[in-house]
């Protein structure tokens, strides 16, 4: 299937110079969303897995219901305030000033493998600090799962370690 054709582009969203992907085109579309889906899970199969953890908000997207597919349980990250229990925290570095992500304390037992997914790969920055959250806990990043790579940005190479599923590049 053609995912390309199905991913939106809006130019200077949210900010001049920005090409915006905009993946509600595909989520609409009934066999691109079934297709992602199960690709993603196809491609993932061969990784051992105890949970899949995706980023607010469009990580959550593909994340929960690739987890039910793959059997394992969901594990959100979150902007700062959003989780009601004791949470760790990560601070990471934007183009301009910091952001912050969140995940709670007791969501992940020492030395669980762990899948982290998000719509989109692009410096790498908010998947990175996914995954040093996660392995502040002890825990291990068994691989990562994106809808949409830009190659050009290098993201891959501010991941720690661990096999990369990717479903378009551009
Ligand atoms: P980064 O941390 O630089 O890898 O950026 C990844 C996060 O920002 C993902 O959660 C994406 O949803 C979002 N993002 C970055 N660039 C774009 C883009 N060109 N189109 C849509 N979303 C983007």
Redesign the pocket.
Known sequence: MDLQSLIREIPDFPKPG????DITTLLRNPEGLRYTIDTLADKCAGFAVDYVVG?ES??FIFGAPLAYRMGVGFIPVRKPGKLPAAVHTIEYALEYGTDRLEMHQDALHDGAKVLIV??????????GATAQLIQKTGCEIAAYAFIIE?VDLK?RENLPKAPIVTLVQY
């Open positions: 920005i090409l915006f992907k980023m469009r990580g998000d719509d989109l790969i692009a410096t790498g920055g908010t998947a830009l993201g």
